[in-house]
């Protein structure tokens, strides 16, 4: 049986994701874990595509529903310049402030070396 396309996997993980944080009542950011480490791997399997880049771009742009942490954690890991320009020109000028926290934990992410808030994850701290 033929592999699912990128996108679609990426989606399907995604969607496992919200559901699991919904599930959790919001409250573990911990039971999210198992899904960005598979982002991260099936980023890893496609070799950092443009197609892998796009689907944490379309995060960005609402088009692909993810928990807010999503793009946090596996920038941590995939640290795509992709992703924080996306995020650059979602946060606009003047900056829009429903948006302001997520660009920062994005910048956080793929600039910073030490993870202030590792100790939120199991796998991190």
Not at 29 to 49: M, N, S, W
């Amino acid at each position: 049986m033929p592999e699912k396309p990128i996108r679609q996997r990426f989606t399907a993980i995604c969607e496992e994701a919200v559901q699991a944080d919904k599930d959790a009542g919001y409250l573990n950011c911990r039971v999210l874990e198992p899904y960005f480490r598979k982002l991260i791997e099936l980023a890893d399997q496609c070799g950092h595509t443009g197609e892998i880049k796009d689907c944490f771009c379309d995060i960005i742009r609402d088009e692909i529903e993810a928990p807010q942490e999503t793009l946090s954690y596996c920038m941590r890991a995939l640290r795509y310049g992709d992703v924080l320009e996306e995020s650059k020109i979602r946060l606009g000028s003047p900056p829009d402030p429903r948006w302001m926290n997520i660009h920062s934990d994005i910048v956080h992410a793929i600039e910073d070396d030490d993870w202030k808030d590792s100790e939120m994850w199991l796998l991190q701290s």
